[in-house]
Nanobody
Framework: QVLLEESGGGWVQAGGSLRVSCAASARRFRLYAMAWFRQAPGLEREFVAAISWSGDSTIYTDSVKGRFSISRDNAKNTLSLEMNSLKPEDTAVYYC??????????????????WGQGTQVTVSS
């Protein structure tokens, strides 16, 4: 069983920055591929960014490339998403996800076994 807890969400004006984090309870966190997904009101959950277990491979959805940066600290069992130049369309609940069977960065929601409860990010225009 792996517990994931997101934090750091909040409200920010368009153009601003926020950092969301995910604390993991897994003893072997360094072996888990991790990702961020988000869900806006009335829409399906969508992929945002992912990172391999080693941290040397990352992928992003096109809409956040150049603005968001995913990173992990395996010594502290944490995953982070630095979000810059935020836009109103980035408003969503942000979820972290983990899976031990994955090695490379992965964008497929169904491949992730463990999920956090989410943290709200609101960007006002």
């Amino acid at each position: 069983q792996v517990l994931l807890e997101e934090s750091g969400g909040g409200w920010v004006q368009a153009g601003g920055s926020l950092r969301v984090s995910c604390a993991a309870s897994a003893r072997r966190f360094r072996l888990y591929a991790m990702a961020w997904f988000r869900q806006a009101p009335g829409l399906e959950r969508e992929f945002v960014a992912a990172i391999s277990w080693s941290g040397d491979s990352t992928i992003y959805t096109d809409s956040v490339k150049g603005r968001f940066s995913i990173s992990r600290d395996n010594a502290k069992n944490t995953l982070s998403l630095e979000m810059n130049s935020l836009k109103p369309e980035d408003t969503a609940v942000y979820y972290c996800a983990a899976d031990e069977s994955l090695v490379a960065a992965n964008s497929r929601e169904s491949d992730f076994e463990y999920w956090g409860q989410g943290t709200q990010v609101t960007v006002s225009s």
